[in-house]
């Protein structure tokens, strides 16, 4: 190599080093404030087992390639057309033959929901992850799946309607500030509601995970465009939070991965602050046991207990960071785990407006919506009016790090 290159390369190197240490993936977070909390939209007649517009059209039996499945996919999709039509609709489809389907492939339709800051490029983008399957049991026939995941698919969509115009106002005040240069960090967010989570048999390695299988296993193999951020869509999800039998009361989460711990400790803290306001309505007094039972633990006390196997194992294998939110305590799954019992009138409706609240503060907090949802909005005015923009200041972004 020649003197002149060596002079060029030193400070190029640095250059490259510097945009490195810019372009890993900051894992911004930001609290919000107690006004946030206590304006979190609520579901209110959406979660009503018989009418409610968001949960009780996926009350029914779902099971793979049946017409109650393509019923359910299509509330989705309707309800992302008018609700948020801002949101980019993905399906993601596979066949398989199942040990009940006596030789003929039976399709799986995952969907995939996503939006990003308008003027970035998919392959710069990480996204939170916010994951539920709604494919439902084939036996016991009838089965409903209400905490198996259907009410956890309804927590999700209240969750994201909740963020969607705070994510518009963020995005809108990133361009006035001109924050829309791929070194500023660039984060979305997607919805995966997927298919085929269920044994149809018995569960094997073969027999479940239909769906998750295989979106992770084609994930993996696309590559984003040259010079993106992210090499493949697997590895633009900043964190894959999943969903699964919620929607019982007094619900026990254990915290199963030291690396995403730090993130369960977010979800603890946000359920104290919530009880704190008194804004959990599943709450009987002061005294009541948390739901996350391991927040005042550091990452080292966290027992792993990782036999869970459910959607997130095809994405785990492959280094995705996961963060399971699932309701398996001492006594294991909720008392309707796998029963016709399973159904609406079983669900403790209080717990399930709970973590659709819990879910929106994690989201908003995850994107950096403090000042952009309601609540904040009108605390931002205030000051505005007396010459302090918090949100300028605030939101300099994670850059300010180094
Ligand atoms: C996947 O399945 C859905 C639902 O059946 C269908 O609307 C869509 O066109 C399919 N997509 C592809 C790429 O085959
Ligand atoms: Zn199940």
């Known amino acids: 190599m020649s003197p002149s290159y060596r002079g060029l390369l030193a400070p190029l190197l640095s250059v490259y080093f510097a945009l490195l240490l810019l372009l890993a993936p900051g894992n911004a977070y930001q609290p919000i404030s107690d ?8 579901p209110n007649d959406d979660f009503n087992i018989h009418t409610g517009a968001l949960l009780a059209p996926i009350l029914r039996p779902r099971v793979p390639g049946t017409p109650g499945s393509t019923a359910v996919l299509n509330h989705f999709v309707d309800f992302f057309r008018t609700s948020l039509p801002d949101w980019n609709l993905e399906f993601q489809n596979s066949t398989s033959k199942t040990p009940v389907s006596k030789g003929k492939e039976v399709p799986f339709v995952n969907l995939i929901a996503s939006r990003d800051p308008p003027w970035a490029s998919k392959g710069d983008v990480g996204r939170l992850t916010l994951t539920a399957h709604y494919d439902s049991k084939y036996e016991p026939e009838g089965f409903i799946g209400a905490i198996d995941s259907a009410a956890p698919c309804a927590m ?10 705070a994510l518009t106002k963020k995005w809108d005040d990133m361009r006035v500030h001109g924050r829309t240069n791929p070194l500023d960090e660039q984060e979305g967010i997607q919805i995966m509601l997927l298919d085929g989570e269920e044994a149809f048999k018995t569960w094997t390695d073969t027999d479940s995970l239909y769906g998750a299988r295989s979106l992770a296993g084609q994930w993996d193999e696309e590559v984003n465009p040259a010079m993106s951020v992210y090499k493949t869509p697997l ?23 030291p690396t995403t711990h730090w993130a369960y400790k977010r979800m603890a803290t946000l359920e104290r602050r919530l009880r704190r306001l008194n804004q959990y309505k599943s709450a009987s007094d002061s005294s009541d046991r948390l739901w996350f039972e391991h927040g005042s633990k550091n990452e080292h006390q966290v027992n792993m207990f990782t036999g869970i196997e459910d959607d997130h194992i095809p994405f785990m294998r492959r280094g995705v960071e996961i963060l399971h939110i699932i309701d398996a305590g001492p006594r294991g799954f909720p008392a309707v785990w796998h029963r016709m ?28 919506l403090e000042g952009f949802m309601p609540g904040s909005e009108k605390r931002d005015a205030e000051e505005e009016a007396h010459g302090n923009n918090k949100r300028s200041s605030d939101h300099q972004g994670h850059t300010e790090f180094f």
């Open 35 to 42: 006004d946030t909390l206590k304006s979190l939209p609520r």
């Open 156 to 165: 999700i969509m209240h969750a994201v309607r909740s963020i969607d115009a």
């Open 235 to 257: 590895s633009s999800i900043s964190l894959f939070v999943l969903l699964d039998l919620l929607g019982a009361k007094d619900p026990t989460i254990q915290s199963f991965f």
């Open 341 to 368: 019992e399973d159904d609406g009138e079983h669900l403790d409706l209080a717990t399930v407006e709970d973590w659709s609240l819990l879910v929106t503060a994690f989201a908003a907090e995850w994107m950096e």
